[in-house]
C-alpha cells in the first residue's frame, strides 16, 4: 500500500515539473495526448503548429507541457471551496444551526486561492503537502481514500495525480491509469507497450511512471 497520505509532508517527495504553456485556449493545458481524450489534448481545435502528428497507430505520444493558467487555478479554487462547503461546513451548520459559520465561509474563500496557487506552484513539497492534507481532511476514513475514475477528471483529482500520485496505491488497472492520465485504456496499452508507462509485477502500472510520465516536459 502508497503511504503516501502518512509520509510525504515528512519527505517532500518529488511532484510535477513545471513546463511552458502552449495550447491555444488559455483555459487548457497542452498535453500531445489520444484524440479522443477527455481533456488536456493538443490534437484539436486548440492544437498549435509545434504539435506532433499521432503515428498509424494513433499511440500516445511522448511529451507534455503544462504551466498554470488563470482559469485552471479558478476552476481549482473553486471546487476547493465547493468541496470544503458541502463536506465539512454545511454538515456543521447543520449540526450547530447557533454556531454562526459566516466568518468561517469568508476564511475557506480566501485559503482556498492559497491552496490553489500552492498545488499549481512550483515548490513540489509543498504541493504534495497540501495535496495530502486536503485529501485527508475531505475524505476520512480507516483506510487511504479509492477515488472513482471519474474523480481523476476534476480539478482536484488532475492536480492530485500531477502532484502526489495516487493516495492509496503503487499500481492501479489500465482504467485507472488512464484516468489519471487524461488518455483512453488504449492510450496507456499503447504507452506500455513502447515501455513509456511500466508494469507492476501484480498487475496494471505503477502509479511512479504515471507521474513521470506526467512530469515529462516538451519545449514550446
Known amino acids: 500500500m502508497n503511504d503516501w497520505w502518512r509520509t510525504s509532508s515528512r519527505k517532500g517527495a518529488h511532484g510535477w515539473i513545471t ?12 498535453a500531445s495526448w489520444e484524440p479522443e481524450c477527455d481533456f488536456l489534448t493538443c490534437n484539436g481545435p486548440w492544437a498549435r503548429p509545434h504539435a506532433h502528428p499521432l503515428d498509424s497507430r494513433r499511440q500516445a505520444l511522448d511529451t507534455v507541457c503544462q504551466v498554470p493558467t488563470l482559469s485552471e487555478h479558478v476552476d481549482l479554487r473553486n471546487d476547493l471551496i465547493r468541496l470544503v462547503t458541502s463536506r465539512l461546513l454545511d454538515p456543521l451548520e447543520i449540526l450547530l444551526p447557533q454556531a454562526g459559520l459566516a466568518g468561517l465561509r469568508t476564511s475557506v474563500r480566501a485559503d482556498a486561492d492559497m491552496w490553489a496557487a500552492q498545488l499549481l506552484g512550483p515548490d513540489d513539497a509543498v504541493a504534495r503537502q497540501v495535496a495530502i492534507r486536503l485529501l485527508t481532511v475531505l475524505h476520512p476514513g480507516d483506510a487511504p481514500f479509492d ?74
Do not use: F, Y
Open 147 to 220: 477515488p472513482p475514475e471519474s474523480w481523476w477528471a476534476t480539478p482536484l483529482g488532475r492536480v492530485t495525480a500531477r502532484r502526489a500520485g495516487h493516495p492509496g496505491k503503487d499500481h492501479v488497472s489500465l482504467g485507472v491509469a488512464g484516468a489519471m492520465l487524461g488518455i483512453t485504456r488504449q492510450g496507456v496499452h499503447d504507452l506500455v507497450n513502447r515501455n513509456k508507462l511500466l508494469r507492476h509485477p501484480d498487475g496494471g502500472v505503477t502509479v511512479d511512471s504515471i507521474r513521470a510520465r506526467l512530469g515529462l516536459r516538451r519545449d514550446a
Open 19 to 30: 513546463g511552458h504553456h502552449c495550447g491555444g485556449d488559455p483555459a487548457r493545458l497542452c
